[in-house]
């Protein structure tokens, strides 16, 4: 995060769906070809059905095509967003995508160079909405003009603790990379800077880790907890 802290923290990709999602484990995951009479209904995926489907998802989305599981995720998306500044090619942000995903954020925005690591996503970009900015202005743009006020995550004299700030239900978490922390340009843009509260020695937060803790303090007041899968 900045301040000697270190950072706090495209659309759906058209690519081929079996091989790069299956886990690889120690055992042998997902589901095996569909038995019995295939079931009706557009959403199912006849390849997933005839060969089994090893995919890192829900047991509700097994067969599933990825076009059905994403519209079904897009009548319940949270309300918050989640923007990344990608001026040096900052690998957390396939966590911060990943995490961003199992929260169900309305939409990731990348700031800055439009390529990121996607190895740390572990494909889940397929089911996340990704949006790209060229610049902060750019971003500050898109925000103003959607109605959805910026929150900067970063350690700074005048930051907001976090564990006590009231997200509004609409917003944006913006999270710098790690090292530099928020731009300045990014944070004069925030209607506020929040903290993470530290209690350890060190100076400095993983990025992906922080993005998570800001994620789930959206999700603790506006969300409620789905049934276990």
């Not at 995508?97 to 990348?110: P, S, Y």
């Not at 990014?186 to 020695?201: H, K, N, V, Y």
Request: hydrophobic share 40%; charged share 25%; aromatic share 10%.
């Amino acid at each position: 995060m900045g301040s000697g802290w270190g950072t706090l923290c495209g659309n759906l990709a058209q690519v081929s769906e079996q091989p790069e999602e299956t886990e690889t484990t120690s055992r042998e995951v997902g589901v095996g070809p569909w038995e019995g009479p295939w079931p009706e209904g557009d959403h199912w995926d006849e390849q997933l059905l005839r060969e089994g489907d090893r995919r890192n998802v829900v047991d509700e989305y097994r067969y599933w095509s990825r076009e059905a599981i994403v519209a079904d995720l897009d009548t319940r998306r949270h309300t918050f967003h989640v923007a990344i500044e990608n001026w040096q090619h900052d690998f957390n942000i396939g966590t911060v995508v990943r995490t961003a995903n199992a929260f169900l954020a309305a939409e990731v925005h990348i700031v800055g160079k439009r390529r990121w690591n996607r190895r740390g996503a572990m494909v889940t970009d397929r089911y996340q909405h990704i949006r790209h900015h060229a610049s902060v202005e750019e971003f500050v743009e898109w925000a103003h003009d959607a109605g959805v006020p910026v929150f900067g995550v970063d350690l700074f004299p005048d930051s907001v603790p976090l564990e006590t700030f009231e997200l509004p239900r609409e917003c944006v978490l913006v999270f710098g990379q790690e090292g530099p922390g928020l731009s300045e340009q990014m944070r004069d843009a925030a209607e506020a800077t929040l903290s993470i509260a530290q209690f350890g020695s060190t100076r400095s937060i993983n990025a992906g880790v922080a993005a998570g803790i800001a994620m789930h303090a959206w999700i603790r007041q506006h969300a409620q907890s789905p049934p276990l899968h």
